[in-house]
């Protein structure tokens, strides 16, 4: 069974501009969750998404929005790009039926902004 | 609120000792437990997890943690390192199985020959 794949693995952008990444989870998962992995910061959780809808957001700007088609694969989008921006953004999918919703997790999208 | 707090930032140790990293956590009602690894350029892979039952939990290439409710923590252990553990380790909580993933700030675990 495939992983959890991410497109694209690196990325470099200017501020102001505007990104999105995507994210396509294990076949049969249709949880995904997005979080933003950066030195200072560490692991924070941006949102979850479940068959379409958005479940849980954490603390972020309004700038991070995501989707989820109906095929779950997901996409997050960065709107006006700020330098504190740049990081890893790291995808996870799980299937929620499991008694502990074990996350599956892509190998991230790196983000630089300039 | 949930939060953990993983005690040490960096963690070198030599090929074939012992090493523990340290993880404690608050929250509030039960939650479960996990560690994840991340080597460098990938993604996390759950190393093993706490959710009920016995408190000392084996994960997979040789890992174990115990899980202590009095003291919250949820120290990771291994008896005998190699230097394909070299990597960077996260502690993470969840309220309930639905609930969201909170990580901490991990620990690179650095083995030397």
């Known amino acids: 069974k495939a992983g959890v794949t991410q497109t694209p693995r690196y990325l470099i952008k200017t501020r102001g501009q505007q990104v999105t990444l995507s994210c396509s989870p294990i076949s049969g998962h249709r949880s995904v969750s997005w979080y933003q992995q950066t030195p200072g910061q560490g692991l924070q959780f941006l949102f979850e998404?479940?068959?379409?809808?958005?479940?849980n957001k954490g603390n972020f700007p309004g700038r991070f929005s995501g989707r989820q088609f109906s095929n779950s694969r997901s996409e997050m989008n960065v709107s006006t790009l700020e330098l504190g921006d740049s990081a890893l953004y790291l995808c996870?999918?799980?299937?929620?039926?499991?008694?502990?919703?074990?996350?599956?997790f892509g190998p991230g999208t790196r983000l630089t902004v300039l | 609120a949930q939060s953990v707090t993983q005690l040490d930032s960096q963690v070198p140790v030599f090929e074939e000792a012992p090493v523990e990293l340290r993880c404690n956590y608050s929250s509030s009602v039960s939650v479960y437990l996990f560690w994840y690894v991340q080597y460098p350029n990938q993604g996390l892979q759950l190393l093993l997890k706490y959710l009920s039952g016995s408190t000392l939990v084996k994960g997979i290439n040789g890992f174990e943690a115990e899980f202590n409710k009095s003291q919250t923590s949820f120290h990771l252990r291994k008896p005998s390192v190699h230097i394909s553990d070299t990597a960077e380790y996260f502690c993470a909580v969840r309220e309930g199985s639905q609930g969201n993933l909170i990580f901490g700030k991990g620990t690179k675990l650095s083995v030397k020959p």
């Open positions: 996870a999918s799980s299937n929620i039926r499991s008694s502990y919703n074990e996350q599956f």
């Open positions: 998404y479940f068959s379409e809808t958005q479940r």
